[in-house]
């Protein structure tokens, strides 16, 4: 099974894509881990990345392609994709590599509202790195870690005017390669607002579409 995961920000895909991973036996493949290794294992591919990222630049759609279609051809039995693909090149480029071989493309839907709640009411711990929530797991003690008594504080990603960027921008790029999938009639939706175990069973029932 080759499942495609798209998701805004807050939307807890990362998580979601961990379960399913060990819930199918099949590896989550995500853009960043696979830059984050090559880069570390100073590959020819990984070296050029880092030149642009030492730069702060973007790094190239053709080095991540080529990196994704390095894994993907090396998993061929199934995987789960999360953070590709992220423009049309790239969307080209996967279906170049699964040819005739099916896959379904899952978009985790949910209120920009409620990401924001999530993603505004994080806290993290500069000692240690605990992540609280001041809704669904705050601290015992107002801005203080459980862990090791660090103080909490607000990444700057996460304040309110921060997200609302990031999510507007994730819409801008994302939606058109969403409506691609619809168009091509690959894309289900799934409620991200659902219970974790809920998520994980729909996305499972391939037949599910909301
Ligand atoms: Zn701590």
Do not use: W
């Not at 696979?34 to 790094?59: C, D, H, P, Q």
């Not at 071989?101 to 999530?118: H, P």
């Amino acid at each position: 099974m080759v499942i495609v995961l798209f998701g805004a920000p807050g939307v807890g895909k990362g998580t979601i894509g961990n379960l399913l991973s060990k819930d199918l036996k099949i590896p989550l493949v995500s853009t960043g881990d696979i830059l984050r290794r090559n880069v570390k294992e100073a590959t020819e591919l990984g070296s050029e990345a880092k030149s642009f990222m030492e730069k702060g630049a973007l790094v190239p759609d053709e080095i991540i392609i080529k990196m994704m279609q390095e894994e993907i051809f090396r998993l061929k039995g199934g995987f789960i994709l999360d953070g590709f693909p992220r423009t049309f090149n790239q969307v080209k480029e996967l279906e170049n590599a699964m040819g005739n071989n099916s896959y379904d493309v899952i978009n985790l839907k949910t209120e920009d509202d409620l990401l924001i709640k999530r993603l505004s009411n994080r806290r993290i711990c500069r000692n240690c790195g605990a992540i609280y929530h001041l809704i669904n797991i705050p601290p015992e003690r107002k801005g203080i870690c459980d862990k090791c008594g660090g103080s909490l504080y607000q990444r700057e990603d996460d304040r309110e005017d921060v997200i609302k960027e990031r999510l507007a921008l994730f819409h801008t790029k994302a939606q058109p390669i969403i409506d691609y999938y619809q168009e091509k009639g690959i894309l289900r939706n799934v409620d991200a607002s659902l219970p974790l175990q809920k998520i994980i069973d729909l996305i499972k029932d391939d037949s599910y579409q909301e």
